[in-house]
């Protein structure tokens, strides 16, 4: 009999997942993170550039920082992300995106947190 419980808490679950799959690909599949092409160069010139490039775009560079040899970070926000932020409970988390470089071999890789994939997730609406 403790069998029952259990079997129906795994339809629900599976039951959930096949629900939350067609949901998925009813929509645009949302994807955490965005990458650009490969950079050329090392990871401190690659990184200069973009600093330069996002502050030019109207974005502040809040934090910069390398977690571990050959990669690096760099926190940056702006004006429309610090708004959408400021009008969802949960909007902290949209507040700031971040931008990793990693070196491999003669390139740069680079991403960047998909700022649409944090606008769901968080509610923010923007």
Same mark, same amino acid.
């Given at each position: 009999?403790?069998?029952?419980?259990?079997?129906?808490?795994?339809?629900?679950?599976?039951?959930? #997942?096949?629900?939350?799959?067609?949901?998925? =690909?009813? %929509? %645009?599949?949302?994807?955490?993170?965005?990458?650009?092409?490969?950079?050329?160069?090392?990871?401190?010139?690659?990184?200069? =550039?973009?600093?330069?490039?996002?502050?030019?775009? #109207?974005?502040?560079?809040? #934090?910069?920082?390398?977690?571990?040899?050959?990669?690096?970070?760099?926190?940056?926000?702006?004006?429309?992300?610090? *708004?959408?932020?400021?009008?969802?409970?949960?909007?902290?988390? #949209?507040?700031?995106?971040? /931008?990793?470089?990693? %070196?491999?071999? %003669?390139?740069?890789? /680079?991403?960047?947190?998909?700022? *649409?994939?944090?606008?769901?997730?968080?509610?923010?609406?923007?």
């Amino acid at each position: 009999m403790k069998l029952m419980p259990a079997l129906k808490a795994s339809f629900s679950v599976c039951a959930l #997942g096949a629900v939350l799959t067609a949901s998925a =690909q009813a %929509e %645009e599949l949302l994807k955490p993170f965005l990458a650009a092409p490969d950079q050329q160069g090392d990871i401190r010139a690659v990184g200069d =550039q973009f600093k330069k490039q996002l502050k030019d775009s #109207g974005f502040s560079v809040v #934090g910069d920082y390398v977690p571990y040899a050959k990669t690096r970070v760099l926190a940056v926000t702006s004006d429309a992300l610090k *708004r959408a932020a400021g009008k969802a409970d949960r909007g902290g988390c #949209g507040a700031v995106m971040r /931008v990793s470089l990693a %070196e491999e071999g %003669e390139s740069v890789q /680079v991403s960047c947190t998909n700022p *649409r994939y944090l606008a769901a997730a968080y509610h923010l609406g923007d």
